[in-house]
């Protein structure tokens, strides 16, 4: 069989087996490049090993070192802290202030997955208290923190521009940004409205008895090792965004400054790095190379442009990209697999938009991920708090992740396409 029909079986078995497994595919995808680039195409394995993403890796440790000092020493969780006492007990306002402090704090580097999985707990107990629904409150902090998630110094807009300047497009850090931010805005205040937000402003906070916990809630100054936390990541900000400095090498040295102050933990900062997302994102991005360089890739655009026109282009990826995001990565599998084969796949199709269609993919893949099959739906769900009933929670949230499956495909061809964000 033809070494880039292998190399396009090796990428399908990844995906799938990252849809029905919660095993690592990124070190399965090494050892497929290997068996298919090597054992059985006789590429010679330093070739493979050239695919290693090292700039990527670089930049990727580099900043969540940063935001694991950040993490560890509290000084994220209590940014939150100040964001909830400043609602001053207006019920209604809470799930839009912690959509937006999700957002925020996702946005300045440490990504959607550590910023829920450090909120949900708070917000979710927080919903019961007040008389929130868990429903939509788990929909305007996973829609927040996912709204950020493609910064240019968060995680996953580090991968996403990464993969597209590999194309050639090295100036759509903030357009992207933009974008996937106005997408999952749209569908979180869609959420609001169908959802009890309107509700709530109608009862009002002297309507609600507990709504006096959060104007109370106490919060200490920040410490020390917290302003100068603080500190560094405002100094990060400002050298990579207005001095182009290197991300990953900026946020590891002043990580390294942090450390030597005392601002946190260097072991426990080192600890709660994202290895499992950085390995997966770099193992498929193995694959992915080899898939380029035996012809798998062309292979596979080819496939997807029998179903595409350059008019329906972003509608028909986009929604190929959510549903398979439903199950798996999106910045671990579904950017590292579907980006690459934008080029190959407007050649195919005889014309088209390259940016408008990465656009959608970042966009559908990334809204589909509050369903509880992700990791941003099955952390807020295994926060609800005690009175919740989390089957029907849990059955919500998977009609709402495959709704958004359609909704981001949409959304995709109606901006990028119709509209020409």
Not at 69 to 82: C, E, F, L, P, R
Request: proline share 4%.
């Amino acid at each position: 069989m033809d070494v880039s029909v292998l190399s396009l079986i090796a990428l399908l078995i990844a995906i799938i087996v990252s849809c029905i497994s919660p095993k690592n595919i990124g070190i399965m995808a090494i050892g497929l490049a290997f068996i298919v680039g090597h054992v059985m195409g006789g590429i010679k394995a330093d070739k493979i090993i050239a695919g290693f993403p090292l700039s990527l890796f670089m930049t990727l440790a580099g900043v969540t070192y940063l935001f694991g000092i950040a993490q560890v020493n509290g000084t994220i969780d209590k940014i939150t802290k100040y964001a909830v006492k400043a609602v001053r007990g207006n019920v209604a306002l809470l799930p839009i202030v912690l959509f937006f402090v999700a957002f925020g704090l996702s946005a300045i580097g440490p990504g959607h997955i550590s910023i829920i999985a450090l909120m949900a707990p708070a917000a979710m107990l927080l919903a019961e208290e007040v008389g929130i629904s868990p429903f939509l409150m788990a929909l305007m902090v996973g829609n927040g923190g996912q709204a950020g998630a493609v910064s240019p110094i968060a995680p996953a807009g580090v991968i996403a521009n990464g993969l597209a300047a590999k194309l050639g497009f090295t100036s759509i850090a903030f357009p992207l940004f933009f974008n996937t931010f106005l997408g999952h805005f749209a569908v979180a205040m869609l959420a609001y409205v169908l959802f009890g937000g309107l509700k709530l402003w109608k009862q009002g906070a002297a309507g609600n008895a507990q709504a006096g916990a959060i104007a109370n809630i106490k919060v200490e100054a920040f410490t020390k090792q917290q302003l100068m936390t603080l500190t560094g990541i405002g100094v990060l900000m400002v050298l990579a965004l207005g001095f182009k400095f290197d991300v990953g090498l900026t946020g590891f040295t002043i990580g390294a400054i942090l450390t030597m102050l005392n601002a946190a933990d260097e072991n426990q900062a080192v600890k709660s790095m994202p290895w499992n997302t950085i390995l997966m994102v770099c193992g498929v991005t193995v694959l992915v190379g080899l898939m380029k360089d035996v012809g798998g890739m062309k292979l596979f655009s080819h496939i997807i442009a029998q179903f595409s026109t350059p008019y329906t282009a972003t509608l028909v990826v986009g929604f190929v990209a959510a549903v398979i995001s439903a199950y798996a990565s999106t910045s671990g599998v579904i950017m590292p697999a579907f980006i690459p084969l934008v080029p190959d796949l407007v050649a195919k199709m005889g014309g088209g938009d390259p940016l408008a269609i990465i656009y959608s993919i970042v966009l559908a893949g990334h809204l589909v991920d509050v369903s509880p099959l992700s990791t941003t739906g099955a952390l807020l769900i295994g926060a609800a708090g005690p009175k919740s009933d989390k089957q029907k929670l849990f059955r919500s949230m998977l009609i709402w992740g495959f709704a958004m499956a359609v909704v981001g495909s949409i959304l995709s061809w109606l901006f990028f396409t119709v509209l020409k964000f």
